[in-house]
């Protein structure tokens, strides 16, 4: 019995250290997961950082650019609006010597009645400032004769005519392209069928 007895007590005291074993192991293991969770919640709060830092560097880039804009815009508004202002310097600058023309034939009709020469001396400044709006682009609307366009004419009165119907007769006021564009339509006598 007493061996028997022993035989338990050996039983018993391996059921023990089989307790121990699995509870040592179990305890190892918890440890083992606590450990991992510690791992990946420090890796977690390390993409967090990351994550935060990157929020905050695109949202400083994002100001940036909003405010690069803001500049580029106002910089744009204020060039157009110089360059209305002064959209025409170079058409003022070129009329300046005609307005000087007309200053000087001023002044000769003053000193001296001459009908003759202050008549020459208009149509040079007529000539003159004519060529200084040719050379912005104006350019005279040809009508004399010539089939009646809505796009380039204007027709004030019908005239009964021998000429083909809907001829241009006569031009009241000019026409002018200003380069490729009608800046004025020429106002006409058209002809119609006589009567």
Do not use: C, W
């Amino acid at each position: 019995m007493k061996h028997k007895k022993d035989k338990m007590e050996e039983e018993k005291s391996k059921d023990d250290l089989n307790t121990d074993s699995t509870a040592k192991t179990e305890v190892n293991a918890a440890t083992k997961i606590d450990e991992n969770v510690m791992e990946k919640s420090s890796s977690q709060d390390k993409k967090i950082a990351e994550l935060e830092n990157q929020i905050k560097e695109l949202k400083d880039r994002y100001l940036r650019k909003a405010a690069e804009f803001d500049n580029f815009k106002k910089r744009t508004n204020a060039e157009k609006t110089e360059f209305f202002a002064y959209a025409n310097e170079k058409l003022i600058s070129d009329l300046l010597p005609v307005l000087d023309d007309f200053d000087r034939i001023l002044k000769l009709y003053d000193r001296e009645h001459d009908a003759e020469s202050f008549k020459k001396g208009l149509e040079l400044v007529y000539d003159k400032f004519k060529k200084t709006l040719e050379k912005q682009g104006l350019k005279e609307i040809d009508s004399k004769l010539k089939e009646f366009d809505v796009n380039l004419h204007e027709a004030v009165m019908q005239q009964p005519s021998e000429a083909e119907p809907n001829t241009v007769l006569d031009t009241v006021e000019k026409g002018y392209f200003l380069k490729d564009k009608v800046l004025r339509h020429a106002k006409v006598i058209v002809s119609a069928k006589s009567e």
